[in-house]
């Protein structure tokens, strides 16, 4: 699979999943413990800038607040983010040379890339958990989700951004592998 068709392909599935979001299952607790439901679509907002100016090549700091989710306006609001990142992301300039990631450090383009395509799959499974849904992904998509995803676990934990490895067995699905890479439990909840 093409790298700039990747972000587009797992904003797709998670925008899906943005628009059955009912309002009363905000408060919803999901498989990332920090956040609800609430949490995570502020997450996801908050860091959206920060993530097109990677594709961009532009640091772009994160918001200094959280985002506010009592308006309505959330679902449209993360739509119109995710189309602009896959526009971003999409242009073969995005995934060569070096980027910045929210801040003035420089990292390599395609690392930052396979964050953002993880990103997107693993907060979208977290979300669809939260609510009931099962989230699908081509496996050509997961399989190079898988691959970043290992080959950066140990940094990620290192960071923060994962929690301690899951035990899941070889053979289980490649979502699932995932999710234990990045400290999530494929049976949540």
Same mark, same amino acid.
């Given at each position: @699979?093409?790298?700039?068709?990747?972000?587009?392909? /797992?904003?797709?599935?998670?925008?899906?999943?943005?628009?059955?979001?009912?309002?009363?299952?905000?408060?919803?607790?999901?498989?990332?413990?920090?956040?609800?439901?609430?949490?995570l679509? /502020?997450?996801?907002?908050? #860091?959206?800038?920060?993530?097109? %100016?990677? $594709?961009?090549?532009?640091a772009?700091?994160?918001?200094?607040s959280?985002?506010?989710?009592t !308006?309505? *306006?959330? /679902?449209?609001? +993360?739509?119109s983010?995710?189309?602009? +990142?896959?526009?971003?992301w %999409?242009?073969?300039?995005?995934? &060569?040379?070096?980027?910045? @990631?929210?801040?003035p450090?420089? +990292?390599?383009?395609?690392l930052?890339?396979? @964050?953002?395509?993880?990103?997107?799959?693993?907060?979208?499974?977290? +979300?669809?958990? !939260?609510?009931?849904s099962? =989230? &699908? #992904?081509?496996?050509?998509?997961l399989? *190079?989700t898988?691959?970043?995803? $290992?080959a950066?676990a140990?940094?990620?934990?290192? @960071?923060?951004?994962?929690g =301690?490895?899951?035990?899941?067995?070889?053979?289980?699905?490649?979502?699932?592998?995932?999710?234990?890479?990045?400290?999530? *439990?494929?049976? #949540?909840p």
């Amino acid at each position: @699979m093409s790298e700039t068709e990747r972000v587009a392909r /797992a904003a797709t599935t998670l925008s899906k999943i943005i628009r059955t979001v009912q309002p009363s299952r905000l408060a919803d607790p999901t498989p990332c413990a920090e956040f609800d439901v609430r949490a995570l679509l /502020a997450h996801l907002l908050f #860091w959206g800038p920060s993530l097109i %100016g990677a $594709a961009r090549k532009e640091a772009v700091a994160p918001a200094e607040s959280t985002v506010d989710l009592t !308006a309505d *306006d959330w /679902a449209p609001a +993360l739509d119109s983010h995710l189309d602009e +990142l896959a526009t971003a992301w %999409g242009d073969p300039a995005a995934w &060569q040379g070096v980027t910045y @990631m929210g801040g003035p450090r420089e +990292l390599p383009a395609p690392l930052v890339g396979g @964050m953002v395509v993880g990103e997107l799959i693993v907060h979208g499974w977290d +979300l669809a958990r !939260a609510i009931g849904s099962t =989230p &699908q #992904w081509d496996d050509d998509l997961l399989r *190079d989700t898988y691959d970043d995803t $290992a080959a950066t676990a140990d940094q990620g934990r290192e @960071m923060g951004i994962y929690g =301690p490895e899951v035990p899941v067995a070889a053979s289980a699905p490649l979502i699932d592998r995932i999710l234990g890479l990045t400290g999530r *439990d494929p049976a #949540w909840p």
